[in-house]
C-alpha cells in the first residue's frame, strides 16, 4: 500500500474538495500497480492533452473538474500544457472539420478554468522552463520526459494526461520508476560508430534502438558520440527512442549527466554493445522508402521545431516554391512563432507556398480526418517520430533530410 | 481439459470473462488502432485488420506514446474498447489509462501470457489478485 502523510489523506478524504480527491483516488490506483512505497512532490506538470486523445469523454471529464470552485479547482504546481489539436488562424487552410475546432475551444476554456497555463508546446525544456538535474517532474509527452530525463538529469515517469492532471492538482506523483535512483541505472549497451549527420539521422538511430527495447524499465545507455550533439539533436533522438520504444530515459556516455563515464551508469561489467552502423542508419529510411515517387504533403513536427530548425526550414525555402500538388506544412510553438514572426522567418517560409502552423504538432490535429479531408496520404517527415505513428492513421510515411523533404516539395515527387 | 490459473501482479479494474485475441505483438492505442471502426490499423502490427472490440487483448508490452492514457476512457464511453488488456509488460501510460477508463489491465505474468492463451480461448481476469483464469 502507498503510505500517506496528513495533508495526502485529507486530500484523499476529500478536504480539499473533489477534484483533488479524485486524483488522490487516481494517484493510488498507479501507485498500488507499480508498488510505490509513497508519494513524491513535483515542481512542473507538463500536461498532454488533444481533444483527438481526450476524446469527448476527456473532455467532459476537465469540463466537470471546471464546476468547482476556484479553491477547489486551480492547480497546485506550475502546469503548462502539450500541443492543443487545432491553429485556429490555420483551421481553414488544412480544412480541419469544424467538430474538432469547437471542441478545441471548448478544451482551451477548460485549461484555464483550472489555472493551466495554455503554452502549447512539446518543447518546454528548450522554451518554456527548463528541467534541472534531480527535479521530480509530471512531464506528459514522451518526447518531453526522455530530455528532461536524460539531458537535464530530472526525475519523471510517462505521465498521460489523467495523470498529470491529478499530478498537478495534488502537487504530486508515486514514487516508482525513474524517481527511484535503482531504475536509473543503464541496462543495454549502444556503441556509435559513425556520426549522424542531420537530425533525420540522429531520429533514426533513436529508432533503431527504440524498436529493440523489450519494456518501459529497460534504460539504453550509448558510447562512441564524438563531440556532443545539439539540443536539437539529442531532441530528434529522443523523441524517436521514446516514440519507438516507449523509453523514457537513456544515458549518452560523456553527454548526458548522469554518465560522465560508463561504470557511473553500469552496476558491474558493462553488457555486450549493440552497434549502429552508417548502414543501420541508411536501412531505417529504406523502411520507409516508397515505391513510386508521388508526394501529397510535407510536415515538419514532432516535435515542434526550434528557432534554429525553423530558420533553417526558411532558408531551404527562400526564393523557391512549393509545388501546387503538395502542402508543406511546419509546426512549432506559439514562443517561436512570434520570434519567427517579429525576424521574418515565418514570411521566409510562407512566401513559399508552405504554411506555419503554431500551437500544434500534425499527429495531434486529428491526423486521419484532416488527412482525408486533404486527400493526404503520402507524407514526408524528417521527423522519425512522426512517420512511426502516422502508419496506423492511413498515410504512407516516408523518411528523409530535411534538404530532401524541402526539394521534393518544390520539385512535387520524391527526388 | 481443466482450466488454467495464471498469475501475475495485481492488476487494475473489474473481473471480466471474454474470448481472448492474441499476438506476440506490441500495443498503443494511437499508433496501433482505427479507433473509429474498432480494428487494428497499423499496417506492420500482426492483428492489422482484426476487430478489438469486446475481446480480452492478449499482447507483449505496451509501445509508443501517452495518449492511451486519455484514449482508453473515451473508446470506453463509445462502446470501441477492449473488455480487458493482457500485457507481459504494462507501462505508466497503459496503467494510468485503465484506471482513467476502468479497463481491466493486468501485467507481469509468470509466464510470457502471449504464449499461454491462443485467440478464441475463454478467459477471465481478475484484476483484484492478478489472476487469469484460460477455461478449456
Given at each position: 500500500?502507498v503510505?500517506l502523510n ?7 478524504a476529500?478536504?480539499?474538495g473533489?477534484p483533488?480527491?479524485?486524483s488522490?483516488?487516481?494517484i493510488?490506483k498507479?501507485?498500488n500497480?507499480?508498488?510505490a512505497?509513497?508519494?513524491?512532490e513535483?515542481?512542473?506538470?507538463h500536461?498532454?492533452a488533444d481533444?483527438?486523445?481526450t476524446g469527448?469523454?476527456?473532455l ?9 470552485t476556484e479553491?477547489?479547482r486551480r492547480?497546485?504546481?506550475?502546469t ?16 480541419q ?6 471542441q ?8 484555464e478554468?483550472l489555472g ?12 518554456i ?9 509530471a512531464?506528459?509527452?514522451?518526447g ?6 536524460s539531458?537535464m ?7 498521460g ?16 520508476g ?5 531504475r536509473?541505472?543503464?541496462?543495454n ?9 542531420s537530425l533525420?539521422d540522429?531520429?533514426?538511430?533513436g ?10 524499465w ?11 550533439p ?5 531532441k530528434q533522438?529522443g523523441?524517436?527512442l ?18 560522465p563515464n ?5 552496476d558491474?561489467p558493462p ?7 552508417q ?9 520507409y ?10 510536415v515538419?513536427a514532432?516535435?515542434?521545431l526550434?528557432?534554429?530548425?525553423m530558420?533553417?526550414?526558411g ?6 516554391s ?17 520570434a ?23 499527429y495531434q490535429m486529428?491526423a ?20 512511426n505513428?502516422l ?14 523533404c ?9 527526388v | ?14 473481473k471480466v ?6 499476438a506476440?505483438d506490441?500495443f498503443s ?6 479507433r473509429?471502426?474498432g480494428?487494428?490499423?497499423r499496417?506492420?502490427?500482426k ?12 499482447l507483449?508490452?505496451a509501445?509508443g506514446g501517452v ?12 462502446g ?6 493482457l500485457l ?6 497503459m496503467?494510468?489509462?485503465a ?8 501485467d507481469?505474468?509468470?509466464v ?11 478467459v477471465?481476469?481478475?484484476p483484484?489478485?492478478?489472476t ?5
Amino acid at each position: 500500500m502507498v503510505r500517506l502523510n496528513n495533508e495526502e489523506h485529507a486530500m484523499l478524504a476529500g478536504e480539499f474538495g473533489e477534484p483533488r480527491k479524485l486524483s488522490m483516488e487516481h494517484i493510488l490506483k498507479i501507485g498500488n500497480f507499480f508498488d510505490a512505497e509513497d508519494l513524491v512532490e513535483v515542481s512542473q506538470v507538463h500536461l498532454m492533452a488533444d481533444t483527438e486523445s481526450t476524446g469527448e469523454a476527456g473532455l467532459e471529464y476537465l469540463e466537470m473538474l471546471g464546476t468547482y470552485t476556484e479553491e477547489e479547482r486551480r492547480v497546485r504546481v506550475p502546469t503548462v500544457t502539450d500541443p492543443l489539436g487545432c491553429d485556429f488562424a490555420k483551421a481553414g487552410q488544412i480544412n480541419q472539420p469544424e467538430e474538432f475546432i469547437a471542441q478545441e475551444r471548448r478544451l482551451s476554456a477548460a485549461f484555464e478554468s483550472l489555472g493551466i497555463l495554455i503554452t502549447q508546446t512539446c518543447i518546454n525544456y528548450q522554451t518554456i522552463l527548463p528541467p534541472v538535474m534531480g527535479e521530480h517532474l509530471a512531464y506528459g509527452d514522451t518526447g518531453s520526459s526522455i530530455y528532461a530525463n536524460s539531458v537535464m538529469g530530472a526525475r519523471t515517469n510517462f505521465q498521460g494526461g489523467p495523470s498529470a492532471l491529478a499530478a498537478a492538482l495534488t502537487g504530486r506523483v508515486p514514487r516508482y520508476g525513474f524517481h527511484l535512483d535503482e531504475r536509473r541505472r543503464g541496462t543495454n549497451l549502444w556503441e556509435l560508430r559513425c556520426r549522424p549527420d542531420s537530425l533525420s539521422d540522429w531520429g533514426a538511430a533513436g529508432a533503431i534502438i527504440g524498436r529493440a527495447q523489450n519494456s518501459y524499465w529497460e534504460v539504453p545507455v550509448i558510447t562512441g558520440v564524438d563531440g556532443s550533439p545539439t539540443s536539437d539533436e539529442l531532441k530528434q533522438f529522443g523523441a524517436a527512442l521514446a516514440s519507438f520504444g516507449s523509453t523514457p530515459l537513456f544515458h549518452m556516455v560523456g553527454v548526458t549527466p548522469e554518465a560522465p563515464n560508463l561504470a557511473s551508469v553500469c552496476d558491474g561489467p558493462p553488457p555486450a554493445a549493440s552497434l549502429i552502423t552508417q548502414a543501420d542508419i541508411n536501412s531505417v529510411y529504406s523502411s520507409y522508402r516508397p515505391g513510386d515517387d508521388k508526394l501529397d504533403v510535407v510536415v515538419f513536427a514532432a516535435p515542434q521545431l526550434s528557432l534554429v530548425e525553423m530558420q533553417k526550414v526558411g532558408l531551404l525555402l527562400r526564393d523557391r516554391s512549393v509545388h501546387d500538388d503538395v502542402t508543406v506544412l511546419a509546426a512549432t510553438s506559439p514562443e517561436i512563432k512570434a520570434a519567427c514572426d517579429r525576424m521574418r522567418i515565418t514570411e521566409m517560409i510562407e512566401t513559399s507556398g508552405a504554411i506555419v502552423l503554431e500551437g500544434v504538432c500534425f499527429y495531434q490535429m486529428h491526423a486521419r480526418e484532416i488527412g482525408e479531408a486533404n486527400s493526404w496520404r503520402r507524407l514526408m517527415s524528417n521527423s522519425a517520430k512522426i512517420v512511426n505513428i502516422l502508419g496506423g492513421y492511413g498515410y504512407e510515411p516516408v523518411l528523409g533530410t530535411m534538404e530532401h523533404c524541402i526539394d521534393s516539395a518544390v520539385a512535387g515527387r520524391i527526388v | 481439459m481443466a482450466d488454467r490459473i495464471i498469475r501475475g501482479h495485481v492488476g487494475i479494474g473489474p473481473k471480466v470473462t471474454g474470448e481472448a485475441l492474441v499476438a506476440n505483438d506490441n500495443f498503443s492505442a494511437r499508433y496501433d488502432l482505427n479507433r473509429v471502426e474498432g480494428v487494428f490499423s497499423r499496417p506492420t502490427h500482426k492483428l492489422v485488420g482484426q476487430n478489438y472490440v469486446g475481446k480480452v487483448l492478449v499482447l507483449n508490452i505496451a509501445k509508443g506514446g501517452v495518449a492511451t492514457a486519455w484514449m482508453l476512457r473515451e473508446m470506453a464511453a463509445r462502446g470501441m474498447v477492449p473488455l480487458a488488456l493482457l500485457l507481459n509488460f504494462a507501462n505508466p501510460i497503459m496503467a494510468q489509462g485503465a484506471a482513467f477508463g476502468d479497463v481491466p489491465l493486468i501485467d507481469r505474468f509468470e509466464v510470457d501470457i502471449t504464449g499461454a492463451i491462443e485467440t478464441g480461448d475463454q478467459v477471465t481476469a481478475e484484476p483484484g489478485s492478478g489472476t487469469v483464469i484460460v477455461h478449456r
